[in-house]
């Protein structure tokens, strides 16, 4: 049974940190490019970075790359994705996502609220 479980997310102050995680089990998680995901209420689901399934490569929503960082470890089946200098504007459910060809399993999303 493939699961993916987002954790981590919660109210932080603006200008503050985060970091959520992202624990899959059920798939050869190696195997997969993890990308992280954001809604916010009222507004479509984008795309907040990926990582490569062997974490060579990042990419990167532009306006957010000096500020999140993604990041995985194999050997634990889980992704992160780091937030510094965190803005009333990040508030969202955010999402992990794993991809393999045309395969996509998703995760049920973390709340993160940025407020003071």
């Known amino acids: 049974q493939v699961q993916l479980v987002e954790s981590g997310g919660g109210l932080v102050q603006p200008g503050g940190s985060l970091r959520l995680s992202c624990a899959a089990s059920g798939f050869t998680f190696s195997s997969y490019a993890m990308s992280w995901y954001r809604q916010a209420p009222g507004k479509v689901r984008e795309l907040v970075a990926a990582i490569r399934s062997d974490g060579g490569s990042t990419i990167y929503v532009d306006s957010l790359k000096r500020r999140f960082t993604i990041s995985r470890d194999n050997t634990k089946n889980t992704v992160y994705l780091q937030m510094n200098s965190v803005k009333p504007e990040d508030t969202a459910v955010y999402y992990c996502?794993?991809?393999?060809?045309?395969?996509?399993?998703w995760g049920q999303g973390t709340q993160v609220t940025v407020s003071s």
């Open positions: 996502k794993a991809h393999r060809w045309s395969t996509d399993y």
